[in-house]
């Protein structure tokens, strides 16, 4: 019995002892991680002038797992507003199994920009105050992302890098006070909240066979350019929204229980309670705060300012558009 007890002590404190040692490393590398900022940690706005109706607020933060570790934020976004009310917001998710995943989001986020810049100012969209067609959209918006991957490509032989090491999600949005295009490819989500208050799904994130898998920019040509998703919508927005994969158990409704079946579905719907709170919240803050503070006080939100977001060991990025007046609210 003696000899029992006795093994029984030095395993459990050599247990407690390893687990300690392994907080201690944990917590070494989180304070390397905020010596070093992070990586691509960034909050972003744009303020409601008298030329501009848009207020544009943005964050990327690392997520808690990728802190413990010392892995720098793997997601990106890049936005722009220009004349008549329009612009663009683009976003980008690094794999995390990518070892410089987060130059490519980086990239990405600014080559789409100016991409879409160009784009809309040859077809004089917004000189014209005037949506594509359907079928337009579906051509140019492929036309896009097919575009941008091919750029993509010539980046990762330019720099010598794998594509491997450079795989990353992509996700763009043209709004207007019209309607709003979407183009994307992989996961994430975006949506927006139209003039009446109601809520709409622009994307559909791609999924794999596992749970996690999806496609990115760099995956092979015919693969991807199946899997590029294309969306119009053609009502006058309140707000637009988007976000990683990191953002969606707080902000999305990704299953419900079907009450005829019994059995859970997949959904695509922004979850109307967050966003009706947090666009109001929004809208408070712009008329006290210059942009700046608003996108800092945002990137603490998203980093640990709600319980989901604190658990989240994924990286975090949300950008919302919120135009300067909220009719439906009179």
Same mark, same amino acid.
């Given at each position: +019995?003696?000899?029992s007890y006795s093994w029984? =002590?030095? %395993?459990?404190?050599l247990?407690? %002892?390893?687990?300690k040692?392994r *907080?201690?490393?944990l917590?070494?590398?989180?304070?390397?991680?905020r010596?070093a900022?992070y990586?691509?940690?960034?909050?972003?706005?744009?303020a409601?002038?008298? *030329? !501009?109706?848009?207020?544009?607020?943005g964050?990327s933060v690392t997520? =808690?797992g990728?802190?413990?570790?010392?892995i720098?934020?793997?997601d990106?976004?890049?936005?722009e507003?220009?004349?008549?009310?329009w612009?663009?917001?683009?976003?980008?998710?690094g794999a995390?199994?990518a070892?410089?995943s987060h /130059?490519a989001?980086?990239?990405?986020?600014?080559k789409?920009v100016?991409?879409?810049? =160009?784009?809309?100012?040859?077809?004089r969209?917004?000189?014209?105050?005037?949506?594509?067609? &359907?079928?337009?959209?579906q051509?140019y918006?492929?036309?896009? $992302?097919?575009s941008?991957?091919h750029?993509f490509l010539h980046?990762?032989?330019?720099?010598?890098?794998? /594509? %491997?090491e450079?795989?990353?999600?992509?996700?763009?949005?043209i709004?207007? &006070?019209?309607?709003?295009?979407a183009?994307?490819?992989?996961?994430?989500?975006?949506g927006c909240? #139209?003039? =009446?208050g109601?809520?709409?799904?622009?994307?559909?994130?791609?999924?794999g066979?596992q749970?996690?898998q999806?496609?990115?920019?760099?995956t092979n040509?015919?693969?991807?350019?199946?899997?590029?998703g294309?969306?119009? /919508?053609?009502?006058?927005?309140?707000?637009?929204?988007m $976000?990683?994969?990191?953002?969606?158990r707080v902000a999305?409704?990704?299953?419900?229980?079907n009450p005829?079946t019994? /059995?859970y579905?997949k959904?695509?719907q922004p979850?109307?309670?967050?966003?009706?709170q947090t666009l109001?919240t929004?809208?408070? +803050?712009?008329t006290?705060l &210059?942009?700046?503070?608003?996108a800092? !006080?945002?990137h603490?939100?998203? #980093?640990?300012?709600h319980?989901?977001?604190e658990?989240?060991? #994924?990286?975090?990025?949300?950008?919302?558009?919120?135009l300067?007046?909220?009719?439906?609210?009179s």
């Open positions: +019995m003696a000899n029984k =002590h030095n %395993y459990t404190s247990f407690l %002892y390893l687990r040692k *907080r201690e490393l917590a070494f590398k989180e304070q390397a991680g010596q900022g990586g691509n940690d960034q909050s972003t706005g744009i409601i002038t008298e *030329r !501009n109706p848009w207020m544009i607020t964050a997520g =808690h990728h802190k413990a570790e010392g720098p934020c793997q990106a976004h890049h936005t507003v220009w004349k008549n009310g612009g663009v917001a683009a976003l980008s998710d995390g199994t070892a410089r /130059l989001s980086e990239w990405l986020v600014k789409a100016k991409e879409v810049r =160009h784009l809309v100012k040859s077809r969209w917004a000189q014209n105050q005037t949506l594509p067609a &359907p079928q337009e959209w051509h918006g492929a036309g896009l $992302m097919q941008i991957r750029s980046f990762a032989e330019e720099t010598g890098t794998p /594509l %491997y450079l795989h990353a999600t992509l996700i763009v949005i709004f207007s &006070p019209h309607g709003i295009l183009t994307h490819i992989g996961d994430g989500r975006a909240r #139209d003039r =009446h109601n809520y709409h799904s622009l994307i559909t994130p791609w999924e066979e749970a996690g999806t496609v990115f920019v760099s040509a015919e693969r991807s350019a199946k899997a590029v294309i969306a119009r /919508l053609a009502l006058a927005p309140d707000a637009f929204f $976000m990683t994969d990191g953002c969606e999305w409704k990704t299953i419900q229980l005829a019994g /059995l579905q959904i695509n979850f109307a309670p967050f966003f009706n109001d929004l809208r408070q +803050m712009q006290i &210059p942009s700046r503070a608003i800092r !006080n945002w603490s939100y998203l #980093d640990n300012g319980k989901g977001f658990t989240e060991t #994924d990286d975090k990025t949300m950008v919302i558009g919120i300067r007046t909220n009719p439906y609210q």
